[in-house]
C-alpha cells in the first residue's frame, strides 16, 4: 500500500491549532503516513515532526536525534509525557511550520514518555538530553500548542514580522 504524498503545513493553518485524535488502528495506514512523516522530517532536516504538521490531526510523531542521544528514529503513537524532578532548562527552539521563527523556551529538563509502537504496544523511556526536548515540542503540537505560545514576550515581538508574512502568504 502506497501512502499519499505528504507535504509540510505551515503557520496559521486551523490543523497546527486543533487538538489531535488518539490513534485507534495500528493498520497500513497508520505505517503509510508514519513513512511519509520520516520522509518529511529528512528532506526539511528536522529533528521531530508531528501529524498534524502534515494535515492529519492524529497523536503521532517522528523524532530523528543524533545517535549520542540514544534513539536514532523515534516513532511514538498516543504519548502521554511526565515531568521527572524540577529542574527546567532553558533553550532555543524553531518549528518546521514557522520557518525562520525561533525563540527560547523554558521546559522541563527531564521527562519520561509513554507511547505506542506502530503495532500499538507500549513503552516508557526517560531523558534529561535534547530529546526530552524534541519530545515535548512534539507532544505539543498534538495539543495545538506552538513555540510562539510558549516564547519569552521579546521573541514573540521579534516573530511578529514573520508571522503576519506567513499569514499573508497563506491568504494570497
Ligand atoms: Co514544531
Redesign the pocket.
Given at each position: 500500500m502506497s501512502a499519499a504524498p505528504r507535504r509540510i503545513v505551515l503557520f496559521p493553518a486551523a490543523v497546527l491549532r486543533r487538538r489531535a485524535a488518539e490513534v485507534t488502528r495500528f493498520d497500513d495506514s497508520l505505517r503509510g503516513l508514519v513513512d511519509e512523516m520520516v520522509r518529511v522530517m529528512r528532506e526539511q532536516e528536522g529533528a521531530?515532526l508531528?501529524a498534524p504538521?502534515v494535515g492529519e490531526s492524529l497523536r503521532v510523531f517522528v523524532t530523528e536525534a543524533r545517535p549520542e542521544e540514544g534513539e536514532a528514529l523515534g516513532v511514538h503513537v498516543n504519548p502521554v509525557i511526565e515531568i521527572s524532578g524540577d529542574e527546567t532548562d532553558l533553550m532555543n527552539e524553531g518549528?518546521?511550520?514557522l520557518p525562520e521563527i525561533r525563540g527560547d523556551i523554558r521546559r522541563p529538563a527531564a521527562v519520561t514518555i509513554t507511547s505506542s509502537d506502530l503495532e500499538g504496544r507500549r513503552h516508557a523511556r526517560t531523558s534529561d538530553g535534547m530529546i526530552a526536548r524534541i519530545w515535548q515540542?512534539?507532544f505539543d503540537?498534538l495539543e495545538g500548542v506552538l513555540?510562539v505560545d510558549r516564547m519569552a514576550p521579546v521573541d514573540r515581538m521579534r516573530a511578529r514580522k514573520s508571522l503576519r508574512a506567513l499569514e499573508r502568504s497563506a491568504g494570497a
Open positions: 521531530g508531528a504538521q518549528c518546521l511550520s515540542h512534539e503540537h513555540i
